[in-house]
């Protein structure tokens, strides 16, 4: 590919710039510092000359912002342009000569960190970046010895917080600019710039506009000093402390690649690490400080049973693996397989699931098994439906957003998303029932009333399909994608839980007719498709095979399969209120909690005989146990999650359990042993060999591959061996503030020259028939609102509740926002309580004016504490309608 | 023969002093847009034709040719914007100050005629915003030009179309800058953009864009009047044309005498400008506003030419020719300009944003008495990371001119003032020694 321009920042300003580059060739010749290689035109310059083992100092550049030019540190010399050039804004043309460490260079340099130096406070003894810190380490490695610099520096009140996280010292600052530069042009949060002029140079929030972005830890991140600090971290620990290992962030099930780290046995600091088909190096608030939970002091640390009515004890583990089983046991023995169920299960590991998948359908013979709590899509259009990476968005026709507002579901996508609109130019369809925060990228927008994107989605396939529909959006639509190549990807997720998955189904169904279309699920819960894809589904066996398919093969090495297709959640919770379900296993999953409807739920509960629960935290159904199982958790346990695109990925082990814990798969392994089952898996390992062996879809991902593979593995392998890395990443890459590398080894380490096997899948895999019957619609009633409820980023979730920086930022309660000429109509000002009523029940909630919402819907945030729309959802109504009053003076 | 002014573009706003700025007396008694007029009727490619040859280089400071900064245009890329650079900033500098306040219609006719020539569909003349009356009467001409068809839609019938915005700035030296300007104008913070990409090839919101200056534009009208011919004819070899020069300090009548360039210096302060107050002597004088280097009296029989500046190791920039007598300090006038520097830089490229409050704070104790014997040879050293060499025509390590702008006043302080400095230096550190010997 030739590049005739760069994209480059002229930060200040919103506008797309380039840097214009010369010449035709494709590969162009540069001689470095007499080393001549070879890079693709219009490469930068600092780039290249990083590759070929020149590093060159930097601040403001960062591999993932465009060039600014701003902190004139990389200064180098170029034969025939006068003066020195900047190379991190310096595309390489042919016959290049570049000079970086010349005396003119060495004497740039030395200027440019003794002039950072003079305002700059050194107190690296005390800073939490010392020991890590690119000022520090360039400072020494190309910096003058000593200032001579006389005079008072420069002296601001420190720190100051620019959020409820994130702290800053203005008198660190080197105003590189590379924390405003993201804020606006990679979250699109442009909530702190620069104001003063000269040295008083500062960074700043507006008035009254603290930087709450999703997005804040990243600017703490990247900052080349320690003038940007978050509470969670600061003053925790001493980088030359920190114990780090590569992992996946279990917050989502974006799955971005992180650096955990950890001291005194104590998880301190997560750090994005840049994976370019996953996170290219960015990590969301939730994710990145959402560490604090598994120290939290209301884990449960030991296993307990009840002893009467109210009681719960703890007891050894034999004890309560015993009563587990025991329980499991009579239940199977006395009313069937059919009468235990297992719920949850989406945020532990693959392994996890496997080997739980196992126990139920292997050796209780239950097919009542769902991951899911009917807030996601049936597992048979997840699990069958064409699938995209999340790469394909880069390089698609054009993006559909079905249904979801990414940003509160799977933060990391909506910036992969924002970035593929806005500096790709790739067309955006956003089809929803309310505006999120993409809506301004997108190039067409659809609107329709909640559960009933039919006809919308209908047109779309028409001008996806090259007609001229003639309605404006799709018209605009029609021209951004004429004469563009690539997938259509969809994002589908689930709109809203006040509606049955139907309308959303058939509105995939609908664009699954269009040329080359590809989905990308938006399901939130971390490991859900690691859940689905091995057997927590009702249906499905391991490996994205259905039970009839699956069964020969499966059953080789289980021995038993369920003989019919079981419950769902919905289905499960039903039979248990109805006394067909008597015993349900809850894996890290309350269904008061998770359940969208929560009466429902609350009769289950009431009727089931036994709970066996795994869950590290009351929020994962302790209390209705009978017998509590504490797991291991996150940055505790090996193992592997396949994220939204199934990518199969390492997660690390950095901490010690807390308390009395044992890995998910091994207590489902030893309560099968105590139901006369021996898996015979000993090791995480064991389980990654016998899932590539057993489950089709992961054939070929075994434990070396998957300790081998530098960005994880898409499954089935077969149809992504080609993207496969192989072998350990550079050194430096990956952490974003870049410490200056060795010379990197030209040779890989021998692991590249193994090839890897590619079987293809034993049993055709299951796919989606694209089918799905028109839902009838749910008539309208003038007088009502209609009810939207989707996740929230800061929800009701044990990430959030119990890490104590994030809990700060969950609002209290859930809100109903509404349009504010319906607020108008309904004679309430913002802010004040209404009496909400719907078929199932009345709550009281605070009213709020939302533009986003369109007339005649409300919506409330479903994950939200305390009363909202659990409590007003009938899971069984095909859609749910709200009835506003006003409070009368004395109920206020 | 006593020095005389040549007057062109300030000849109208001279000749009626008590209404030069409303459109009345411009259309009246100077025919004001009857250029325009005649513009309309050329071919694009005749009008950039004329103004290259006319030699006119932009008044703002750069000097850079205006035909050829207008020719490098992209082709065929659209839309295209002028900007007018009337943000005039520079210290001591007040031409373009007197040329919008007396005569905004021959900047209008100016920046219509130009907008024409390349194609342009919107102008926006950026205005100072210190400039209230400035940015008034600018307002009321551009209303007029409207209300008499003279902008807008289909002007004069010939169908070209231009919309001219008049923006006022905040308060920001370095919104001067064409690039600063062009971030000020997206209503960003001043900032100035690295280059390339230049403002011809992506400048305002990323599209062709010209920026000139008040001056530069207030000639258009007349090199369409007379010719390119007759401009390049006037002045001094590549120097063609008149300049207003803004003379101000510590001469008997400072103000703004537009004069044929190639005269000499001596002419514009001694003749023109009355020569030094009180019957002093000079001591030296900045020939190009407060960026400039500057020169002594021997050098007063110089010719106002950009090209002899250059050799000189100074510039002409904006036109403003400070005079000091010789009983000023020039340390003090030094430390005075750089804490202009100190204020104004925009805090985006390092060696400026730190350097410039590292001069000025040097400076302030050299010139109180608290210099050290080595402080005029720290600033030279410190100040080669911001200005590589020290050597006119400056380099620069930064974005833009101001870097460079934050040493010229040392270069010269170390160039005319070196020994006498460096004595003092070290007279001021024994009588501080002196005096700590005796308090102890």
């Given at each position: 590919m030739t590049a005739n321009a760069v994209p480059m920042s002229q930060w200040p300003s919103d506008y797309a710039y380039t840097i214009p580059v010369a010449g035709d060739q494709d590969v162009v010749t540069v001689t470095i510092d007499d080393k001549v290689v070879q890079a693709p035109r219009g490469e930068l310059l600092i780039k290249v000359a990083q590759r070929h083992g020149t590093y060159i100092p930097r601040f403001c550049y960062h591999e993932r912002m465009k060039p600014v030019?701003?902190?004139?540190?990389c200064l180098v010399e170029v034969d025939g342009m006068r003066g020195l050039q900047i190379s991190c804004a310096t595309p390489v043309t042919d016959g290049m000569v570049v000079r970086t460490e010349s005396a003119a260079v060495k004497q740039a340099q030395d200027g440019v960190l003794e002039f950072l130096l003079i305002n700059h406070p050194l107190d690296c003894p005390v800073c939490d970046r010392g020991g890590e810190c690119p000022l520090q380490d360039q400072t020494l490695a190309f910096g003058p010895g000593e200032s001579r610099y006389v005079e008072e520096k420069r002296h601001f009140e420190k720190p100051i917080p620019i959020s409820d996280l994130v702290l800053l010292d203005r008198e660190r600052c080197i105003q590189c600019g590379r924390c405003t530069r993201f804020a606006a042009e990679v979250a699109g949060d442009a909530l702190i710039d620069f104001g003063g002029r000269?040295?008083?140079t500062e960074v700043i929030t507006y008035p009254g506009q603290p930087f709450t972005s999703y997005f804040s830890g990243n600017v703490v991140q990247i900052c080349p000093v320690g003038a940007l600090t978050a509470r969670p971290y600061r003053f925790k620990a001493r980088p030359w402390d920190l114990e780090a290992a590569e992992t996946s962030c279990q917050s989502c099930a974006v799955g971005c690649r992180g650096a955990v780290e950890s001291t005194t046995n104590r998880v301190v600091r997560l750090l994005g690490v840049d994976s370019e088909p996953v996170n290219q190096g960015w990590l969301c608030d939730k994710g990145r400080y959402g560490y604090e939970w598994i120290h939290a002091d209301t884990r449960v640390a030991a296993p307990m049973v009840r002893t009467g009515t109210s009681r719960m004890t703890e007891v050894s583990w034999p004890e309560a693996l015993d009563a587990a089983a025991a329980a499991l046991r009579r239940v199977h023995d006395e009313h069937g397989p059919s009468a235990i169920a297992v719920l949850g299960g989406a945020d532990g590991t693959n392994e996890d699931a496997y080997v739980w998948a196992r126990l139920a359908k292997g050796v209780l013979g239950t097919d009542n098994v769902d991951a899911q709590l009917a807030d996601g899509l049936p597992a048979e259009v997840v699990l069958g439906m064409p699938r995209a990476t999340i790469a394909d968005l880069d390089r698609a026709k054009a993006i559909v957003v079905l249904g979801v507002d990414t940003r509160e579901v799977l933060p990391i996508l909506h910036l992969r998303l924002r970035q593929a609109a806005v500096d790709r130019g790739v067309p955006l369809v956003d089809v929803a029932t309310r505006d999120t925060q993409l809506t301004r990228h997108a190039t067409a927008v659809l609107r329709h009333d909640p559960g009933a994107p039919a006809d919308a989605v209908e047109k779309l396939v028409a001008a996806l399909g090259g007609e001229k529909p003639r309605t404006k959006a799709l018209d605009a639509l029609a021209d951004a994608t004429a004469g563009r190549s690539g997938p259509v990807v969809v994002v589908l997720?689930?709109?809203?839980?006040?509606?049955?998955a139907a309308p959303t189904v058939h509105a995939a169904a609908l664009l699954a007719g269009v040329a080359d279309v590809r989905f990308l699920s938006a399901l939130g819960r971390a490991n859900v498709h690691g859940a689905l894809d091995l057997g927590l589904a009702p249906g499905f066996l391991p490996g994205r095979v259905d039970l009839e398919s699956g069964r020969a093969h499966v059953g080789e090495v289980w021995g038993v399969v369920p003989d019919a297709v079981g419950l769902d959640a919905t289905g499960i919770l039903r039979a248990a209120a109805a006394g067909q379900v008597r015993a349900l296993v809850l894996l890290g999953a309350d269904p008061l909690v998770d359940f969208p409807d929560r009466a429902l739920a609350r009769d289950a509960l009431e009727k089931v005989e036994r709970v066996v629960c795994v869950g590290a935290f009351p929020s994962d159904g302790v209390e209705h146990a009978d017998v509590v199982l504490p797991p291991t958790v996150w940055a505790e346990h090996h193992g592997s999650t396949t994220n939204i695109e199934g990518r199969v990925q390492r997660l690390a082990r950095i901490v010690t359990a807390e308390g009395s814990t044992m890995e998910a798969w091994r207590i489902a392994a030893e309560v099968a042993v105590r139901l006369g089952h021996d898996f015979d898996l000993e090791s995480v390992e064991e389980v990654q060999d016998e899932i590539a062996r057993v489950a089709p879809a992961f054939a070929g991902v075994d434990a070396l591959l998957l300790r081998r593979a530098r960005d994880g593995v898409v499954v089935p392998l077969a149809d992504h061996v080609d993207e496969l890395t192989l072998g350990a990443a550079p050194?430096?890459?990956?952490?974003?503030?870049?410490?200056?590398?060795?010379?990197?080894?030209?040779?890989?380490?021998?692991?590249?020259a193994t090839p890897v096997a590619t079987p293809a899948p034993a049993v055709a895999l299951h796919r989606w028939s694209g089918v799905a019957p028109a839902p009838a619609a749910a008539p309208a009633d003038a007088y009502s609102l209609r009810l939207v409820a989707a996740a929230t980023l800061y929800g009701a979730d044990r990430v959030v509740v119990a890490s104590p920086s994030l809990a700060r930022l969950a609002e209290d309660a859930a809100r109903l926002f509404v349009n504010p000429r319906d607020l108008e109509s309904l004679g309430v000002a913002d802010g004040d309580r209404v009496r909400v009523t719907s078929s199932r029940a009345t709550v009281e909630l605070p009213i709020a004016a939302d533009r986003a919402t369109p007339r005649g819907t409300a919506f409330v945030a479903s994950n939200l504490a305390g009363a909202g729309a659990a409590d007003l959802i009938d899971i069984d109504a095909p859609a749910t309608d709200l009835r506003v009053e006003t409070l009368t003076e004395r109920e206020r | 023969m006593p020095a005389e002014e040549t007057r062109i573009v300030t000849e109208f706003l001279r000749s009626r002093p008590d209404d030069s700025w409303t459109f009345e007396a411009a259309r009246k008694h100077n025919k004001a847009y009857s250029m325009l007029e005649k513009a309309l009727a050329m071919e694009r490619a005749q009008i950039v034709e004329e103004v290259t040859t006319s030699g006119l280089r932009g008044r703002g400071g750069a000097g850079f040719g205006a035909g050829q900064k207008w020719s490098f245009l992209p082709k065929d890329v659209f839309p295209r914007y002028l900007a007018v650079n009337a943000d005039e900033g520079e210290p001591a500098t007040f031409k373009d100050h007197m040329l919008i306040e007396c005569d905004p219609h021959q900047i209008i006719e100016g920046a219509a005629i130009t907008a024409y020539a390349i194609e342009a569909h919107y102008a926006f003349i950026y205005i100072r915003g210190e400039f209230a009356l400035g940015a008034e009467r600018l307002q009321q001409a551009v209303d007029d030009a409207y209300a008499n068809g003279y902008l807008g839609k289909n002007i004069l019938k010939s169908g070209f179309d231009l919309d001219v915005i008049v923006h006022r700035g905040?308060?920001?030296?370095?919104?001067?800058?064409e690039t600063g300007l062009l971030s000020s104008l997206e209503g960003e913070r001043a900032m100035p953009r690295i280059k390339p990409p230049f403002p011809a090839a992506q400048g305002l919101y990323a599209a062709p864009t010209v920026v000139n200056n008040v001056e530069t534009l207030s000639t258009i009208p007349h090199i369409i009047r007379k010719g390119g011919k007759w401009y390049s004819e006037l002045g001094v070899n590549k120097s063609t044309g008149t300049r207003v020069f803004s003379v101000s300090g510590m001469v008997e009548r400072p103000g703004n005498y537009e004069v044929e360039l190639g005269m000499s210096f001596r002419d514009l302060i001694e003749g023109l400008a009355g020569g030094i107050r009180g019957g002093k002597k000079m001591g030296f004088f900045i020939p190009g506003g407060a960026s400039a280097p500057w020169l002594m009296p021997e050098h007063l029989d110089e010719p106002l030419d950009m090209d002899r500046a250059s050799e000189l190791k100074t510039m002409l920039g904006s036109g403003a020719i400070m005079v000091f007598d010789e009983t000023v300090d020039p340390l003090l006038v030094s430390w005075r300009l750089a804490k202009f520097f100190a204020h104004e830089s925009c805090g985006k490229c390092t060696p400026c944003r730190e350097g410039s409050g590292w001069i000025e704070k040097v400076l302030y104790r050299m010139a109180n008495g608290l210099g050290r014997p080595d402080d005029l040879d720290l600033l030279l050293d410190f100040g080669q990371n911001i200005v590589p060499g020290l050597n006119a025509p400056f380099a620069q390590t930064t974005i833009c001119a101001l870097g460079p702008s934050t040493m010229s006043h040392v270069v010269s302080l170390d160039r005319w003032f070196g020994d006498a400095i460096r004595e003092r230096l070290q007279r001021d550190t024994d009588r501080r020694t002196r005096l700590e010997v005796r308090s102890a």
């Open positions: 030019g701003m902190c004139r540190m000269g040295e008083e997720g689930r709109p809203s839980v006040a509606e049955p050194p430096g890459a990956g952490v974003s503030w870049e410490p200056i590398p060795p010379q990197p080894a030209e040779a890989d380490n021998g692991a590249v | 905040a308060g920001c030296y370095i919104a001067g800058d």
